[in-house]
T-cell receptor, first 114, second 121 residues
Framework: AQKVTQAQTEISVVEKEDVTLDCVYE???????LFWYKQPPSGELVFLIR??????QNEISGRYSWNFQKSTSSFNFTITASQVVDSAVYFC???????????FGTGTRLQVFP | GAVVSQHPSRVICKSGTSVKIECRSL??????MFWYRQFPKQSLMLMAT?????????EQGVEKDKFLINHASLTLSTLTVTSAHPEDSSFYIC?????????????????FGDGTRLSIL
């Protein structure tokens, strides 16, 4: 079965705190792709990162970092020194070669308070 | 780059009306576009995959006669909600995949439009 689990429904932090959003996936394929998207209150989905299953190198982009652990089927997302503008719903998604579609997790709503 | 434009952003109409939503890739060509539906505080549910020049592939449980999809060019896909009823009220969002990005099938990220909030009275 192909499945993405984001166990954290809502997270609230105060500005400047670090926060980690968890993502656990299930797939039978050895080749797959993982994505993170941000959905601010305005509604659009913003692409943040993609990761291939054969590339376990972690990535850092400014205040954002991603920790891909194949051994635990996790692809966690950390925001360092959070800001109010980070408040949004964050979706983790899985893509296998077939079928040709993204499988989204249920999302984590992050609220960053000033 | 990789901008997807969705229009209109909001529609309010009476029950029985048909509503057309457009999804355009502005700076890239997209042979494949996707249509999603999202209920409040829920995840995105894929409705159908739209392939340029061929019939759309609908997900199980999605009525193809209710949700008409046309993908006539490499930059435009349309979703028409026919004879809309209050239960069709939702947030509809499209995405397009830039086939030139990334290496290997399926690696390309989907770029999303801003969504259309449909309210049927």
């Amino acid at each position: 079965a192909q499945k993405v689990t984001q166990a954290q429904t809502e997270i609230s932090v105060v500005e400047k705190e670090d926060v980690t959003l968890d993502c656990v996936y299930e797939t039978r394929d050895t080749t797959y792709y993982l994505f993170w998207y941000k959905q601010p209150p305005s509604g659009e989905l913003v692409f943040l990162i993609r990761r291939n299953s054969f590339d376990e190198q972690n990535e850092i982009s400014g205040r954002y970092s991603w920790n891909f652990q194949k051994s635990t089927s996790s692809f966690n997302f950390t925001i360092t020194a959070s800001q109010v503008v980070d408040s949004a719903v964050y979706f983790c998604a899985l893509k296998n070669p077939l079928p040709d579609k993204l499988i989204f997790g249920t999302g984590t709503r992050l609220q960053v308070f000033p | 780059g990789a901008v997807v434009s969705q229009h209109p952003s909001r529609v309010i109409c009476k029950s029985g009306t048909s509503v057309k939503i457009e999804c355009r890739s502005l700076d890239f060509q997209a042979t494949t576009m996707f249509w999603y539906r999202q209920f409040p505080k829920q995840s995105l549910m894929l409705m159908a995959t739209s392939n340029e020049g061929s019939k759309a592939t609908y997900e199980q449980g999605v009525e193809k006669d209710k949700f008409l999809i046309n993908h006539a060019s490499l930059t435009l896909s349309t979703l028409t909600v026919t004879s809309a009823h209050p239960e069709d009220s939702s947030f509809y969002i499209c995405s397009a995949r830039d086939m030139k990005q990334g290496a290997g099938f399926g690696n390309q990220p989907q770029h999303f439009g801003d969504g259309t909030r449909l309210s049927i009275l």
